[in-house]
């Protein structure tokens, strides 16, 4: 035990303004990844019960999968809102901007999903390609906030495009 606390001590004495900076730039995203992670586990949870539903014939909604879906305007109103906060904001506005901001991607990250499952529909290897995607968005979140990304220009496309996404 005296060996583990002295091995912390060192990595604390030799790291800790690494650790320290890292901690303070980049904290937001261990929120932001948490909240992403609670939802794409709560439908993960939902779509295995309907599933074990399904085999017993009693589930009430044919499938999970994900459909494009039009996203509600106002959710750009909020990710500007979040932006603007990140950027000029107090530090503790700061974090709070950049988190949300993040956190808000999510049905982004579903829309770019199912429009990337729609563009790859009559592929001839689409199943190698989804799980290699899929395989390397758990491995590292760049790639989700890329098919976020994909989401957001879509939903400006159409809003752009004169048709509204949603009147509420």
């Known amino acids: 035990a005296q060996d583990i606390r002295k091995a912390f001590t060192d990595i604390q004495d030799e790291y800790g303004d690494i650790i320290e900076t890292l901690a303070t730039r980049w904290s937001f995203l261990i929120f932001s990844t948490t909240v992403w992670l609670w939802g794409l586990a709560l439908y993960a949870h939902a779509w295995l019960a309907n599933r074990a539903l399904a085999r017993k ?12 879906f039009a996203m509600p305007d106002w959710m750009l109103a909020l990710l500007a809102i979040c932006a603007l906060a990140s950027l000029i904001g107090s530090p503790a506005v700061s974090f709070l901007g950049k988190t949300t901001l993040i956190s808000l991607l999510l049905p982004y990250f579903l829309l770019g999903a199912s429009l990337m ?12 390609f989804l799980f290699f995607i899929y395989f390397l968005m ?29 009147k509420h």
């Open 57 to 68: 014939g009693i589930a009430l909604r044919p499938d999970f999968s994900v459909q494009s």
């Open 117 to 128: 499952h729609a563009a790859s529909r009559n592929w001839p290897s689409r199943r190698v």
């Open 138 to 166: 758990f491995a590292q979140f760049w790639l989700a906030i890329l098919l976020s990304g994909v989401g957001l220009m879509h939903h400006i496309k159409r809003l752009s495009a004169g048709g509204t996404s949603s």
